[in-house]
């Protein structure tokens, strides 16, 4: 250990998961780690073999991505079952069951993860199938950033905790019909908008040890005003002033997935309405937490933040 480092950081600089490099040290608290002491560091920690039938796209995942779980059970009449601590939804398309999942950008959620489904069949018997799915590293740089005093009280963690907890019940709410066809499209027609920052950045305030998680979404430096579009169908389910986030607009696109715009100007949809890809929802502004104008687009997967580029590149199943 040398001064600074965290046993978080040493887990995700490894690829191993911060439960088994305590595990394997017998630790008990990870914040109790002295400078000088050494620790073990397992040497093949990649375990991810699956089952016949079970394909994962991608097939090797990195932090802030969204997993597809495939499974390929044409007699089986219902599938449960969580990775890790994340309730999965499958959806039955002929013969495979679907389900998708949000690996954690943060920098503790590296290595392997258990995956525990149960499925049953015609006899109603229940099926136990059990794997390990391993996440890799993902690439995110570090940004420091200066605060000023009154953004600095917009840190204060009785306000954050309120608005959190509001972020976290709107994206925790499961509804089952899947409201996006194909690929999302980019929620601006501005041609390559300059990204400010990036998904997943870890950010430095003022000089201090970067965090844990990094940046909850994709930020797109554009001028205050600049129509922001539905990126995918989905109905809104949030469309108010936050004290953070600034005027935001959350879209709940189904199976468990959500998108949100945050700092914006003005918001035109309402909440409660059904929306299509391309459909106005707002304009861009730099309200609440913001250093100018920008576009923030968060994603969610099961509550867990994921990269929104890859619903862009990719037609998630
Ligand atoms: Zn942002």
Redesign the pocket.
């Known amino acids: 250990m040398r001064a600074g480092d965290t046993l978080a950081q040493i887990a995700a600089r490894f690829g191993v998961s911060l439960p088994e490099l305590m595990r394997l040290n017998q630790l008990t608290n990870p914040n109790l780690i002295a400078v000088g002491q050494r620790l073990l560091i397992p040497a093949e920690t990649n375990t991810q073999v699956l089952p016949t039938g079970v394909t994962l796209a991608p097939q090797n995942v990195a932090q802030g991505e969204t997993l597809t779980l495939a499974v390929a059970a044409p007699d089986a009449t219902d599938m449960q079952g969580a990775l890790d601590k994340q309730d999965l939804h499958f959806r039955r398309v002929g013969d495979t069951w679907y389900a998708l999942a949000g690996i954690s950008r943060c920098a503790n959620y590296v290595g392997n993860f258990p995956v525990a489904l149960t499925w049953r069949d015609a006899q109603g018997n229940a099926q136990p199938m059990q794997f390990d799915v391993h996440v890799n590293a993902g690439a995110f740089g570090v940004q420091d950033l200066t605060l000023t005093a009154q953004m600095s009280a917009l840190l204060d963690p009785a306000i954050m905790n309120a608005e959190n907890a509001l972020v976290g019940e709107t994206v925790g709410a499961f509804t089952a019909e899947q409201k996006w066809q194909g690929k999302f499209r980019l929620p601006l027609d501005v041609k390559n908008p300059r990204i400010s920052?990036t998904f997943g950045e870890r950010r430095s305030y003022n000089g201090g040890a970067p965090g844990l998680c990094g940046?909850?979404?994709?930020?797109y430096a554009v001028a205050g005003g600049t129509p922001v579009y539905a990126p995918a169908g989905g109905v809104v389910v949030l469309a108010e002033p936050l004290k953070v986030r600034g005027n935001v607009v959350f879209i709940d696109h189904g199976r468990g997935v959500f998108s949100a715009f945050?700092?914006l100007d003005k918001i035109i949809a309402k909440q409660g309405q059904r929306v299509q890809a391309g459909d106005l929802v707002a304009q861009v502004g730099t309200t609440g937490f913001?250093t100018g104008y920008?576009l923030?687009w968060?994603m969610w997967v099961n509550g867990v933040y994921v990269n929104p580029s890859q619903w862009m590149e990719q037609e998630i199943p």
């Open positions: 920052t940046h909850e979404g994709t930020d945050y700092h913001s920008h923030h968060s």
